[in-house]
């Protein structure tokens, strides 16, 4: 009897501990200037520096190629958007600075394809929800925020494509606020 309660009791810290543990690394709240943006960037999958990573691009080309409805093809977009963000912060976590920077760069590239399609949409009478235009919104602060975070830690010299993706940043701000 004795056995079974100390079982119990070692599972139920161990639940305890760990889980306020990983509480901390899935939740990703920043702060905006005083606010907070709550929007949490998907879970990148495999990284560009493993030798997989091209099957995975592919993949996803292949899949960007066949979606002819501007809403899901704006929604996808959305998605690797995002994905590569957190791929470049992910990489420059390791210190994979160059690497990880010009993931951001295409991470921005990817969001104003994201805008094109939207504008497409819009022209066409297909103009996507509110609801969605809130989340681009949101991401387009995020993907800011995590531009400027890695911003500051990156080395001098590995810091034109960060510098980039944030002025592409910036512009697709002002070009959301128009939709």
């Known amino acids: 009897m004795k056995l079974i309660n100390?079982?119990?009791?070692?599972?139920?810290?161990?639940?305890?501990l760990f889980s306020s543990h990983f509480v901390g690394i899935f939740a990703q709240e920043i702060n905006v200037e005083g606010k907070k943006v709550d929007y949490n960037l998907p879970y990148p999958g495999i990284l560009p520096d493993n030798p997989l990573y091209s099957v995975k691009s592919l993949r996803d080309k292949l899949w960007l190629f066949f979606i002819r409805d501007y809403t899901k093809k704006s929604e996808l977009l959305l998605l690797f958007s995002d994905k590569k963000t957190a791929m470049a912060q992910e990489l420059s976590s390791k210190g994979k600075w160059s690497l990880g920077s010009e993931y951001m760069l295409l991470a921005e590239r990817d969001f104003e394809k994201l805008v094109s399609v939207m504008n497409n949409a819009k022209k066409q009478g297909a103009s996507p929800q509110g609801d969605f235009i809130l989340r681009a919104k949101l991401s387009n602060e995020k993907h800011r925020e995590i531009i400027e975070d890695v911003l500051i830690k990156t080395p001098q010299g590995e810091r034109t494509n960060l510098e980039e993706a944030l002025k592409l940043n910036e512009r697709l701000q002002q070009k959301l606020s128009k939709l």
Do not use: A, E, G, R
């Open 6 to 16: 100390l079982f119990v009791l070692s599972l139920f810290l161990y639940v305890f």
